[in-house]
């Protein structure tokens, strides 16, 4: 379940990510997709905070860590949910383009980016930076539940 779910959330990812063309123009697409990861990253953060406090804490009144773990599940997709309908509400598809690359276009890129020294450095250093913060991203709950938050019994 949890590889179904990572190939899902990386390729909604990715779908996302690629919208930017649609919302911004070439010349402040930077600005634009800077303050997306800046609004994404403080909301998720104090969503994280919120669902934390849920999950170790009788601040709320929720005594039953599992059902508070729920609660945070479901959060967690309604604020998606929330912050995703109006994108695809909102943001118009792309036209379809003539006639989509194929596999031969797929390995010449491949082949060049293999080729320059300086690409495969930027690419392998990037793949260690990315898993480390998709690393973070994913052991979140488990750093909480283990650092931050007492043992219930």
Request: glycine share 8%; aromatic share 16%.
């Given at each position: 379940?949890?590889?179904?779910?990572?190939?899902?959330?990386?390729?909604?990812?990715?779908?996302?990510?690629a919208?930017?063309?649609?919302?911004?123009?070439?010349?402040?697409?930077?600005?634009?997709?800077?303050?997306?990861?800046?609004?994404?990253?403080?909301?998720?953060?104090?969503?994280?905070?919120?669902?934390?406090?849920?999950?170790?804490?009788?601040?709320?009144?929720?005594?039953d860590?599992?059902?508070?773990?729920?609660?945070?599940?479901?959060?967690?997709?309604?604020?998606?949910?929330?912050?995703?309908?109006?994108?695809?509400?909102?943001v118009?598809?792309?036209?379809?383009?003539?006639?989509?690359?194929?596999?031969?276009?797929?390995?010449?890129?491949?082949?060049?980016?293999?080729?320059?020294?300086?690409?495969?450095?930027?690419?392998?250093?990037?793949?260690?930076?990315?898993?480390?913060?998709?690393t973070?991203?994913?052991?979140?709950?488990?750093?909480?539940?283990?650092?931050?938050?007492?043992?219930?019994?």
């Amino acid at each position: 379940m949890f590889a179904v779910a990572s190939v899902g959330f990386y390729a909604g990812s990715s779908f996302q990510d690629a919208l930017i063309v649609q919302v911004a123009s070439p010349a402040e697409s930077h600005r634009v997709s800077a303050y997306g990861f800046a609004a994404g990253y403080l909301g998720g953060g104090l969503l994280l905070l919120l669902n934390v406090c849920w999950c170790c804490t009788p601040l709320f009144g929720i005594t039953d860590w599992i059902a508070a773990t729920r609660i945070a599940f479901f959060d967690v997709a309604l604020w998606w949910a929330f912050f995703t309908v109006p994108l695809f509400r909102h943001v118009p598809e792309a036209p379809p383009t003539v006639e989509s690359p194929g596999w031969a276009e797929l390995w010449s890129t491949i082949r060049k980016v293999l080729s320059d020294r300086t690409v495969r450095g930027f690419l392998f250093a990037y793949w260690l930076y990315i898993d480390g913060i998709g690393t973070l991203q994913q052991m979140a709950v488990d750093l909480a539940a283990n650092w931050a938050c007492p043992p219930r019994r």
